[in-house]
């Protein structure tokens, strides 16, 4: 399978606690996003990277969240002391990163739960 | 006022009717733009890109007028299958901004 994979696809976890969610783009792929949906809504944009570099991050987004991109491959994005309205599915797509045509290619999303 | 709004739905139609999904974007510096799908609890998947001149694919037609900030997509000969919601897209300063999207059940 060549496409963007997320791990895990589901995730419960007690509020405060810290969980982190794994993204593999599309290999060719150099820019990587983040986004955060919630029932009804679009996606909302986290943060992204080219290659490695985390180039911009949501004014929105809480410093409970960071993300990484080692190496410019995978990803991770870590929550620290969840809360409840955390819960949402979270997003990861790709885009090719030097074209003028640029296309998002999505991921089947982590789906957290917080209790 | 959001960054890409769209009309707010659900759209129920009969099978076989024609419909209209209606989007506005605020930056004027949005270089590219994008129907999206989505099916309940799935990810989002490229439907198709909207340029200027207006572009067809099957039954689905997309039209991007740049001086109202404005696009639009049409479905024709609906399909219980096209059941889904659709969401609007700008892309700009290497961000993918997406609108709320529409709702669409299509009725037997």
């Known amino acids: 399978d060549t496409g963007v994979s997320q791990d895990p696809r589901h995730k419960i976890t007690k509020r405060g606690q810290n969980v982190t969610f794994r993204c593999d783009p599309i290999s060719e792929h150099n820019r990587l996003y983040w986004y955060r949906q919630t029932l009804g809504q679009g996606p909302e944009f986290l943060t992204y990277?080219?290659?490695?570099?985390?180039?911009?991050k949501s004014r929105l987004l809480s410093d409970r969240f960071s993300a990484e991109r080692p190496k410019g491959s995978f990803s991770t994005l870590e929550i620290q002391r969840t809360e409840q309205g955390d819960s949402a599915m979270y997003l990861c797509?790709?885009?090719?990163?030097?074209?003028?045509?640029?296309?998002?290619?999505f991921g089947s999303g982590t789906q957290l739960s917080v209790l | 006022r959001k960054e890409v709004e769209q009309d707010p739905g659900p759209f129920n139609v009969p099978e076989g009717a024609t419909v209209a999904f209606n989007c506005t974007y605020s930056n004027s510096a949005s270089q590219s733009f994008f129907w999206y799908r989505q099916d309940c609890r799935k990810e989002p998947k490229l439907l198709m890109s909207?340029?200027?001149s207006g572009n067809e694919d099957g039954r689905f037609t997309a039209q991007l007028n740049r001086a109202s900030q404005y696009i639009s997509l049409l479905i024709r000969d609906s399909k219980l299958s096209d059941s889904a919601t659709y969401l609007c897209?700008?892309?700009?300063?290497?961000?993918?901004?997406f609108g709320p999207g529409t709702r669409l059940s299509v009725l037997p």
């Open positions: 909207v340029y200027s």
């Open positions: 990277f080219q290659n490695e570099a985390q180039l911009e």
């Open positions: 797509a790709s885009s090719l990163g030097w074209t003028t045509n640029e296309k998002l290619f």
């Open positions: 897209v700008a892309y700009y300063g290497q961000n993918f901004v």
